[in-house]
Structures are given as C-alpha cells and as structure tokens.
C-alpha cells in the first residue's frame, strides 16, 4: 500500500507573508490589543446614592450647610503629577488624546506629539507610528506612547478607530513602548 506524503502548502505559510507586510501590521495588531483591553475594563461601582442632610440638633430641619442632592462639585481638569504612575497620568493623557481628537483634523502623529509635550510630557519619552503607508496611503491607524517608568501610556487613533483608545501598558524590555517600525520625532 502506497501512503501519500503531504507537503504543505507554501502559499499558506507565514514565511510567504513578505516582511514589510508582517512588520505593517504590527502596530494594527497593537492597537487591536489595546482595543480589545479598553473593551475589557468594566466601569468601578458607582458612587453611592447622597445621604439625607443629618437633622439638626433641635429636631428641625437640615442644616443649611448641607449640598443640595443632586449638585455635583466641580471636578477640576485632569494635570500632570511628575510623581504619579503612569495610571494617575492617564486622565491628562486620555483628555489631551480626546481634545486633539475632537478638533477633526487629519490624523498626525504630530499632532498628538505636541499636544502631549504641551502638556507636560516628555517629547524624549514618546514614540510614534508612521502617519503613512509604504506607498503613500493616510494609515488606517496610528499609535503614539510616552514611557513612563516601567509602564507606557499608549493611544491610538485613526480613520478606522471609532473613537480615541488609550490605555496603560506594560514597556517593553527594550526600554520602548511600541512594537515595529516608530518615527523619529525630530522637531
């Protein structure tokens, strides 16, 4: 009896993939990641409901010194702490992510980078993906870090991500935050 040999099909290895197409779809695959993370976080218990005014001493009505229910105190805007984490950073950095955002400009990586180092963040720190294809396209994403310790602030952003996505994440042993190909930031 004659067995058959089966010989893989090369057309469906990953060594068929050319290099500069594996090394493309890196930074997608990273943001797919921190998609698929943000998308994973729950919200925390919600504030529990105002107490009732205590009465006063005299069994009368509440003290004057008592808040409304349903007024909220002024939440003031997120700011850089040099001494935080990289998670107590993450608010300025969501906020500054989304404000760029919301200014519908085309996506630069540029943008973001300013706007960041505006606010506080140290440009040598950051890293940026390419605005740009190989062959000239707009990217369909793009993601920019700032290393913050042992930890990175990462987003991105792009005509195929609905909304900003930004997260902690852990760095990399190369001291980096991105995987593939980054951009000098050179202004």
Given at each position: ?187
């Amino acid at each position: 009896m004659l067995r058959r040999r089966v010989v893989p099909d090369p057309r469906r290895s990953i060594d068929a993939v050319p290099v500069r197409i594996r090394r493309a779809t890196a930074p997608l695959l990273i943001g797919a990641v921190i998609a698929l993370l943000v998308a994973g976080c729950t919200a925390g218990p919600s504030d529990p409901a105002p107490a009732e005014p205590a009465p006063t001493g005299d069994g009368g009505s509440p003290s004057a010194t008592a808040s409304a229910p349903g007024t909220a105190e002024p939440t003031l805007p997120p700011a850089l702490i040099p001494t935080g984490s990289a998670s107590d950073n993450l608010p300025l950095f969501a906020s500054v992510v989304d404000t760029v955002w919301a200014n519908g400009a085309p996506v630069t990586g540029r943008s973001y980078v300013d706007a960041l180092s505006t606010a506080g963040f140290d440009k040598a720190a950051m890293q940026v993906t390419q605005d740009a294809t190989t062959i000239g396209n707009p990217a369909e994403a793009i993601q920019f870090a700032v290393r913050w310790g042992e930890e990175c602030l990462t987003g991105q952003v792009g005509p195929t991500t609905p909304s900003p996505v930004t997260a902690v994440l852990p760095g990399l042993p190369s001291g980096g935050c991105l995987l593939g190909e980054t951009r000098a930031i050179d202004w």
